[in-house]
């Protein structure tokens, strides 16, 4: 992948707690040897989001940092949102 190429995981369906690891596999899989400072994830399909999603958001921010990236959020749906303020999450950094 080109370095000028945004790098993007795209959330595909509601995620439930047996799916967080693989989603951070996936992020790894995706930053690997790229060397990029920032990743984006599409979590527009997380419309009726529940603690999973906000412990996958959560995951996924911490393995974007140990691999030296930052996880930037694409269209958050408000109940999401709001679920990340309440929880400190919703920086979107």
């Keep these: 992948m080109k370095a000028t190429e945004p790098l993007v995981l795209v959330i595909t ?4 707690r047996e799916d967080v690891p693989c989603l951070c596999e996936e992020l790894r899989i995706l930053l690997y040897g790229t060397g990029a ?3 984006t994830c599409d979590v527009g399909v997380l419309t009726d989001p529940g603690l999973a999603a906000v412990e996958a958001i959560a995951r996924l921010r911490l393995t974007a940092r140990e691999l030296g990236s930052v996880l930037r959020l694409r269209d958050v749906p408000p ?7 309440l929880v400190g999450l919703g920086d979107n950094s």
């Design 13 to 16: 369906r509601p995620v439930t």
């Design 37 to 39: 400072p920032e990743v």
């Design 79 to 85: 109940g999401l949102k709001a679920l990340l303020d």
